[in-house]
């Protein structure tokens, strides 16, 4: 990882939490840091991805809304996907 590092994060794992995590990061070619840090992240977008509320500054309100009321860009494929009966193959 090339970023400066700003915060340090300590934590404890019970033995064969710490043995299943180093096992990974090593499968992975990484050091156990920046597997524990990838892995944080990951769960971190995921959580946050699955918010139902959004907070936009007032400073972006009008182009969030610009981008809410754009008409949407054609997708062919999830159409035919949407349009195609369930089970049918």
Same mark, same amino acid.
């Given at each position: 990882m090339s970023a400066a590092r700003d915060d340090r994060l300590a934590v404890q794992l019970p033995a @064969? =939490? !710490?043995?299943?995590i180093r096992s /990974? /990061? #090593?499968?992975?070619?990484?050091?156990?840091? @920046? *597997? !524990?840090?990838e892995a944080m992240k990951r769960y971190a977008q995921e959580v946050l991805a699955d918010r139902r509320l959004f907070r936009v500054p007032d400073t972006?309100?009008? /182009? *969030? #809304? !610009?981008?809410? @009321? !754009?008409? =949407?860009a054609d997708a062919? $494929?999830? $159409? $035919?996907?949407? @349009?195609? #009966?369930?089970? /049918? #193959?």
């Amino acid at each position: 990882m090339s970023a400066a590092r700003d915060d340090r994060l300590a934590v404890q794992l019970p033995a @064969d =939490s !710490a043995g299943l995590i180093r096992s /990974a /990061a #090593e499968g992975e070619g990484m050091s156990l840091e @920046d *597997f !524990a840090v990838e892995a944080m992240k990951r769960y971190a977008q995921e959580v946050l991805a699955d918010r139902r509320l959004f907070r936009v500054p007032d400073t972006d309100w009008s /182009a *969030f #809304e !610009a981008l809410l @009321d !754009a008409p =949407s860009a054609d997708a062919p $494929r999830l $159409r $035919r996907l949407l @349009d195609d #009966e369930p089970g /049918a #193959e």
